[in-house]
């Protein structure tokens, strides 16, 4: 059809339709519209599209929302223009418009996204991006680059950074450049957002190099930012000052700040880094007051600046009411540092008198600390402590205002306060003491003669510092302070710890000597137990033997006898120095003596128990020998003399103690007792003068007891010649003072057949006498039968003839002439010299017999 022919095609179209024909009114519309829109009358053109679209026509359905799509898009009606496209693509998707019409779908909603004055909602934006894929999806290139770009907007700005990141370099990838800047702009800034500073570098720098000129001076001041970030100074420098050199203001205060960081970073740039930061307070008044402007300022000026500077700054910030109370007071103490160096101490009284009343206490404490250094700074030691005491507290000074207070009390000499500041500390917060303080916590006690405050100080550092007292020096000078103390058990403790150092030879030995003099402070009962624990340590000779000397001299000065003796035992079962036994053994001894004599000979057993020195041994016989010569009971003297005798005595005292015992049985008063002690005694082993004197005592003793009949025995014990002629007079005197003429024979014949009185010559007198008293017992008896037997007994001539004189006398006296006659006839057999006499007698008076009775026939044999 000629573009002549559409007016009346147009009128035959309507006309048509006022007839009310339904056969061909479907296509009637179709054609009408496409009419219309051939002559431009695009109104009536869309009526009659929408118009067939009521129909249920679909043959060129497609087609007609294709060209509604066009005609919206082309007045500017993006929603119906995205309605129309959708029909297409969604209704019709064999339409050879369905290319064009996915984009155009994308487009018109992009459009009307765009031009929403609120913000679209992330949903929407989504949505748009995906009818951008929907594009995609049909590969046609046209378009292609441009849907990646839209795409890569729309995710940013729905937060979907990675997916944007992706389409914007899709978009990049095509031939198309128009979107380039952009993309590479919003790249940039996404991959900020994803904190990748490297990546947004890059982008930052193609979009630079695409030549846009739209963000020229923001993103040099952002590649400037980056590359801080990165830590690239001099590039961010470098970006810094180009966007400085544009007339962008956006940033420059910024620009100037973040200059003078980097300047002040160089370390040798203080001066221009100070000039940067000036500008940016002068260029904003944000930065003016700006806190970060500020600290880097007093920063830089405090390393840069002369002291004047640096006090006019600050003196200028701390009352700045547009900072922080925090910032204030910072600076405030930074003035106050500088008053401190510069000794401007009544500066600093001031400001802390100017201080309200309701002002932190942290920031009171630090210008008390820096009024506190100052004074101590300008060597005024009390008004420096006086200064810090109120802060010594805080956690902040612990240890410096310790410091401080310390060294102002050694200067002013006040070794209390010094004491007690120590002693403060250790209490609140040990941890900032060395040992060295508590050394002078020790010295400043020992200056006021302290000895507890002393013995505190030791306690406290050994707490703190144990290995410490494992040196010898230290645990000396803790004993040193215990020893002026009352308390003697601490000392002992620190003496034993002592000895268990490696100690030379003569800190040693100090120790042992220090200990005992404790130990004899204590009573006994203690000071000899520390005298027993000294004794198992390793001493030198002449300690041991000074501690077996005070624990002696200890035992002799205990009141009771048996305490005393208890200690010597103990003593003695130590390794005592031969000397030092003998004088324990003495000391025993003497204290044995002052008890009873019960235990005191009790003690003697017990101490001859002992191996002793002869000297002690005989120390002690002889104390138990006048004990029992004291006794004044005889019996029971000899019960000691005899119990002494068992023991290994030396000859003469063993001869002593025979004396003794006979001279107590000499006292005894039965005869009985005596006797039985004298037969004891006799059969002792007695030396040859003490069995001389006891047999001659016991002939005495028998003779008293006219008891002859013990002097066989006795005779028998006699061992000498002298002995045995005393036994024999004393026997000779017992037996004369017997009444009955008959014991008398009976004794006289005992004595005279005596093996002895026979075999020893030097009783041969006596034997004669007792013979000679034999006769005349028998004569006075009349027992003349005996007289040839009694001569027959002795060869001695005289005896002979006493007896034969005694003999002849008794016959001649005899009235009965028969019994003379038969006497003389027994004379007359008697032979020899001695019995001349008394056969001539005996002859004479037979022949006076014969004569008187007449009978001469005897006569002739008589002359014979």
Not at 64 to 81: I, M, T, W
Not at 458 to 485: M, N
Not at 735 to 760: C, F, H, I, W
Request: net charge negative.
């Amino acid at each position: 059809m000629q573009s002549a022919q559409y007016p009346d095609a147009i009128r035959e179209f309507n006309a048509y339709h006022k007839t009310r024909d339904t056969i061909h009114q479907t296509e009637a519309f179709y054609l009408l519209g496409g009419a219309h829109e051939a002559s431009g009358q695009l109104e009536p053109a869309e009526q009659a599209y929408l118009a067939y679209l009521k129909t249920n026509d679909v043959v060129h359905r497609d087609e007609v929302h294709f060209r509604l799509a066009v005609h919206a898009q082309q007045a500017g009606n993006h929603v119906a223009a995205e309605s129309h496209f959708a029909a297409v693509v969604e209704q019709h998707p064999q339409s050879p418009h369905l290319i064009e019409a996915a984009w155009g779908r994308a487009e018109n909603r992009y459009a009307a996204l765009t031009a929403q004055t609120q913000e679209p909602d992330s949903v929407s934006l989504r949505a748009n991006a995906e009818l951008y894929q929907d594009y995609l999806a049909t590969k046609d290139q046209k378009n292609a680059g441009l849907a990646h770009y839209h795409r890569g907007v729309l995710l940013q700005q729905a937060q979907d950074r990675k997916q944007a990141i992706r389409e914007l370099k899709a978009a990049l990838k095509t031939p198309n450049t128009e979107y380039a800047p952009d993309a590479h702009y919003r790249l940039g800034w996404l991959h900020v957002q994803q904190q990748q500073p490297k990546q947004a570098i890059l982008e930052f720098q193609n979009y630079l190099k695409t030549g846009d000129a739209n963000h020229v001076s923001e993103l040099r001041f952002q590649l400037g930012m980056l590359h801080l970030q990165i830590d690239d100074l001099k590039a961010a420098e470098l970006e810094l000052e180009k966007y400085l050199e544009t007339d962008d203001r956006t940033y420059e205060a910024e620009a100037h700040f973040r200059l003078g960081l980097l300047y002040a970073q160089d370390g040798q740039r203080n001066f221009e880094a100070i000039s940067e930061l000036q500008k940016a307070r002068a260029s904003d008044a944000d930065y003016r007051d700006h806190p970060e402007v500020i600290q880097a300022l007093v920063t830089l000026c405090e390393q840069s600046c002369n002291a004047t500077d640096r006090k006019a700054l600050l003196v200028e910030v701390k009352d700045n009411p547009k900072l922080s109370p925090k910032l204030r007071e910072g600076y405030l103490v930074r003035l106050t540092q500088l008053r401190t160096d510069s000794g401007e101490c009544s500066d600093i009284q001031q400001e802390l008198e100017r201080l309200p009343v309701e002002a932190a206490l942290l920031m009171r404490a630090k210008l008390q600390h820096a009024h506190g250094v100052c004074r101590h700074k300008a060597q005024e030691w009390a008004a420096a402590r006086a200064a810090l005491l109120d802060i010594r507290d805080f956690p902040e000074y612990h240890a410096e205002v310790y410091a401080l207070r310390r060294d102002s009390h050694h200067e002013l000499q006040d070794w209390k306060g010094l004491a007690e500041e120590v002693a403060h500390a250790h209490e609140t917060h040990p941890d900032i003491l060395e040992s060295g303080d508590y050394a002078l916590w020790v010295e400043a006690r020992r200056q006021v003669q302290d000895g507890a405050g002393a013995e505190q100080a030791y306690a406290a550092w050994r707490t703190r510092f144990p290995d410490e007292f494992k040196a010898v020096d230290r645990l000396l000078g803790w004993v040193a302070v215990r020893e002026q103390l009352r308390e003697t058990e601490p000392r002992a403790v620190l003496y034993r710890e002592l000895l268990a150092l490696d100690l030379d030879a003569e800190t040693r030995t100090y120790v042992h000597s220090r200990w005992i003099a404790t130990a004899n402070e204590l009573p006994v009962k203690e000071r000899v137990a520390h005298f027993r624990e000294l004794l198992l340590l390793d001493l030198n000779a002449e300690t041991r033997a000074y501690i077996h000397s005070r624990w002696i001299e200890t035992a002799a000065g205990l009141s009771s006898p048996e305490e005393r003796i208890e200690h010597y035992r103990e003593l003695l079962t130590l390794p005592l120095d031969t000397e030092t036994r003998a004088y324990v053994y003495s000391r025993w001894i003497e204290t044995a003596n002052e008890l009873p004599v019960k235990g005191r000979v009790d003690h003697f057993r017990e101490l001859l128990a002992h191996e002793l020195n002869s000297e002690t041994q005989g120390n002690v016989y002889n104390r138990w020998i006048e004990t029992a010569d004291g006794l004044s009971s005889p019996k029971e003297r000899i019960e000691h003399y005899r119990e002494l005798l068992t023991l290994p005595l030396d000859t003469e005292r063993r001869a002593a103690l025979h004396n003794r015992w006979m001279e107590a049985l000499l006292q005894l008063a039965s005869p009985e007792q005596r006797q039985q002690q004298f037969t004891a005694l006799l059969a002792a082993k007695l030396s040859p003068e003490t069995r001389s004197a006891m047999i001659h005592h016991k002939a005495e003793f028998e003779t008293a007891q006219v008891n002859p009949v013990a002097f066989p025995e006795l005779l028998g014990l006699a061992e000498n010649s002298e002995d045995r002629k005393q036994v024999a007079a004393f026997w000779v005197e017992a037996l004369e003072k017997l009444k009955s003429s008959k014991q008398q024979t009976e004794g006289y014949r005992s004595l005279a057949e005596n093996p002895v009185v026979v075999r020893k010559p030097e009783l041969a007198p006596t034997r004669e006498y007792a013979l000679a008293r034999l006769a005349e017992l028998q004569a006075a008896s009349g027992a003349l039968e005996r007289f040839p037997v009694l001569l027959a007994e002795t060869k001695d001539s005289q005896t002979r003839r006493y007896i034969a004189g005694t003999w002849l006398s008794k016959v001649e006296s005899h009235e009965d002439a028969e019994l003379r006659k038969r006497e003389y006839q027994k004379m007359l057999s008697q032979s020899g010299p001695d019995f001349r006499e008394l056969r001539s007698t005996a002859l004479l008076g037979l022949a006076a017999h014969h004569a008187e009775n007449g009978e001469p026939e005897v006569f002739p044999e008589l002359l014979k």
